[in-house]
């Protein structure tokens, strides 16, 4: 089938509240479609699905090969992929993994969602910059958000019209709109009982103005799905933790794992549940930090969870590792007991950002081989004593101190895993 893709000329245009309103709109007309995100993103794409009813995928240009990418963008569904930053943003030194990568990879047109609310006339050389960029990337018509009045988008039209390059919606500025955030990026899908509500006045408001023959003609056929490597699964039967402490789990890995013949099963440390049994448990990231008085008085899990170690591997990721830590300090200076398993103490008291790509040896622990990942916490290490789970570099190649930690069957680090390195 065919895709497009919305990106934008920074972050904060609103892309995210665009790409719903689409979404919303083109599955309430009957056309099967799908979202995508680009880039290493849990929360957006539980968004698109709430919008579409599909799943969505991450399509990651620095961490992914080509051919994974086609065959994870391969499907029947109209496919609309999410930007993220700026349309060339992407990893230092040169922008590796932007946007515009992917539209290269999938050879796919871009709309170019430009947050209008404090330029008029000057809305023109931004976008005829843009679309005169880089040849290979081609801007194929332009949505206006935040548009203050007719007046407005009559000025903005005009200015535009020279370029020859259609503006496909003028969305009016509409409080009711925003998308409330907190520190690692929107506020979780399933945590808004008003996400239905929102998403069809989203697609209301864009129905008004959307001309959808002509954004749907631009669409372009997806390249045929080529064979790609999958990250082996690092254990034959997973236990994966899956609540809103834990919500940051990649659906290509868990895919990849399902493929190659793994069972994974679930359980929910904010429920209380107990371990299941398998040959490996797997606490992924998420916001244990806005939970953890609840998770550290959730004593069938941390009990089951530390009888389980002594018998079965257990993998912790950012939120999962710290969980695995001794004792983990709230934004308040709270401190909550953990389950004790790794020598490791963390804390929100003192906020940093740990920000980028990261490539990932292995030194230990259930994964065999090189692993691209990312680093985005606001966590500061307080204690931590003991072998390192990986080596590591950074986007740029360059030696970063080692990760993780790892203490006989329990190991973890603050990186998300995303594919195997290619």
């Known amino acids: 089938m065919n895709g497009l893709i919305l990106a934008a000329p920074s972050s904060g245009a609103g892309k995210t509240t665009v790409t719903l309103a689409l979404l919303r709109l083109l599955a309430r007309e009957g056309i099967t479609v799908r979202g995508a995100k680009s880039g290493p993103d849990y929360i957006d794409p539980r968004f698109h699905e709430a919008a579409c009813g599909a799943p969505c995928v991450n399509l990651d240009a620095w961490a992914m090969s080509p051919a994974r990418i086609k065959a994870l963008a391969s499907g029947p569904e109209t496919l609309v992929i999410e930007g993220a930053m700026g349309l060339f943003d992407g990893a230092p030194p040169d922008g590796q993994g932007a946007v515009a990568d992917l539209a290269r990879i999938l050879d796919l047109?871009?709309?170019?969602?430009?947050?209008?609310?404090?330029m008029a006339q000057s809305v023109a050389p931004l976008v005829a910059g843009f679309a005169a960029h880089d040849p290979q990337v081609r801007i194929a018509g332009v949505i206006l958000n935040n548009v203050g009045s007719d007046r407005h988008e009559t000025m903005l039209r005009h200015a535009l019209a020279p370029l020859n390059l259609p503006v496909l919606a003028a969305l009016r500025r509409a409080p009711g709109l925003a998308l409330p955030s907190r520190h690692l990026g929107l506020v979780q899908a399933e945590e808004r009982g008003d996400l239905d509500a929102f998403l069809d006045r989203?697609?209301?408001?864009?129905?008004?103005?959307?001309?959808?023959?002509?954004?749907l003609a631009f669409s372009h056929p997806l390249p045929a799905a080529p064979d790609q490597p999958r990250l082996p699964p690092p254990a034959q039967v997973i236990a994966v933790a899956r609540d809103r402490a834990f919500a940051f789990c990649y659906p290509h890995l868990l895919a990849d794992w399902r493929a190659q013949g793994a069972e994974l099963t679930f359980f929910s440390p904010l429920a209380d549940d107990p371990i299941p049994a398998a040959d490996l448990i797997y606490l992924p990231g998420g916001y244990p930090e806005l939970h953890a008085g609840r998770l550290a008085a959730s004593s069938t899990f941390i009990t089951s969870l530390r009888n389980a170690s002594q018998n079965t591997e257990i993998f912790g990721e950012c939120g999962g590792y710290m969980v695995l830590g001794k004792g983990l300090t709230d934004a308040e200076g709270t401190r909550h007991q953990m389950a004790g398993l790794l020598p490791l103490a963390t804390s929100f008291a003192n906020r940093k950002l740990h920000l980028g790509y990261r490539h990932l040896t292995p030194l230990g622990g259930p994964f065999r081989t090189r692993l691209t990942a990312h680093e985005f916490?606001?966590?500061?290490?307080?204690?931590?004593?003991?072998?390192?789970?990986?080596?590591?570099?950074?986007?740029?190649?360059?030696?970063?101190?080692?990760?993780?930690?790892?203490?006989?069957?329990?190991?973890?680090?603050f990186a998300h895993v995303i594919d195997c390195a290619f």
């Open 109 to 118: 047109p871009v709309i170019l969602v430009v947050d209008a609310g404090r």
């Open 202 to 215: 989203a697609a209301d408001a864009l129905a008004y103005t959307l001309d959808r023959e002509i954004l």
């Open 377 to 413: 916490h606001y966590a500061t290490t307080v204690a931590a004593e003991g072998p390192p789970l990986f080596a590591a570099t950074d986007a740029a190649g360059a030696k970063l101190p080692d990760m993780g930690l790892i203490l006989g069957r329990v190991s973890g680090s």
